[in-house]
């Protein structure tokens, strides 16, 4: 903690962590975070497996 701050009383942590939940608190769509998800998992396969020779069964369509 930097010289000259005073720590913060429990009261004003709290307050904080209740502030910084609601901004954090907002609707999960499940099916773009799925999609995203794989998205990313199919980049890294794509990305690595020229270089370690692996080799993935493509489940994408499946998940439609």
């Known amino acids: 903690m930097p010289d000259g701050q005073a720590e913060m009383s429990p009261t004003e942590k709290a307050l904080i962590a ?7 608190k907002k609707p999960i769509d499940r ?3 799925w999609k995203g998800a794989i998205s990313r998992v199919k980049w ?3 990305t690595v497996s020229p270089i ?4 993935a069964i493509s489940i994408l369509p499946l998940l439609d």
């Not at 209740?18 to 954090?24: T, V």
């Not at 370690?52 to 080799?55: N, S």
């Open 18 to 24: 209740l502030r910084r939940a609601d901004e954090d």
């Open 52 to 55: 370690a020779e692996v080799r």
């Open 44 to 46: 890294v396969m794509d």
């Open 31 to 33: 099916a773009n975070t």
